[in-house]
Nanobody, 112 residues
Framework: QVQLVESGGGLVQSGGSLRISCAVSGLTLSSSIMDWYRQAPGKELEWVARIFEGDSVPTYSGSVQGRFTVSRDNAKNTLSLQMNSLKIEDTAVYYC?????RGQGTQVTVSS
């Protein structure tokens, strides 16, 4: 049974950085495609980033390209999202995602 547990969210000022993580169980992260999604209040779910199995280059949405970096720690089976130069519009609940399965999410709030 696949379980995804996000953590690391919080309140950060605009321009700041935050790193969120997703503890993964029930699948081998190194051989899995994983995504990050987010949902802002009153808005639809938005895809943020994807990391592929192996050494393929991750992909990002245009709104976070150059600011966010997705990575994984295969030994810990943990997925991470490093978020730099945060903007108010990055405020959302962030979810790690594996083909329709997701965790409970972690709230990221960016203040002015």
């Amino acid at each position: 049974q696949v379980q995804l547990v996000e953590s690391g969210g919080g309140l950060v000022q605009s321009g700041g950085s935050l790193r969120i993580s997703c503890a993964v169980s029930g699948l081998t992260l190194s051989s899995s495609i994983m995504d990050w999604y987010r949902q802002a209040p009153g808005k639809e779910l938005e895809w943020v980033a994807r990391i592929f199995e192996g050494d393929s280059v991750p992909t990002y949405s245009g709104s976070v390209q150059g600011r966010f970096t997705v990575s994984r720690d295969n030994a810990k089976n943990t997925l991470s999202l490093q978020m730099n130069s945060l903007k108010i519009e990055d405020t959302a609940v962030y979810y790690c995602w594996h083909f329709g399965l997701r965790g409970q999410g972690t709230q990221v709030t960016v203040s002015s």
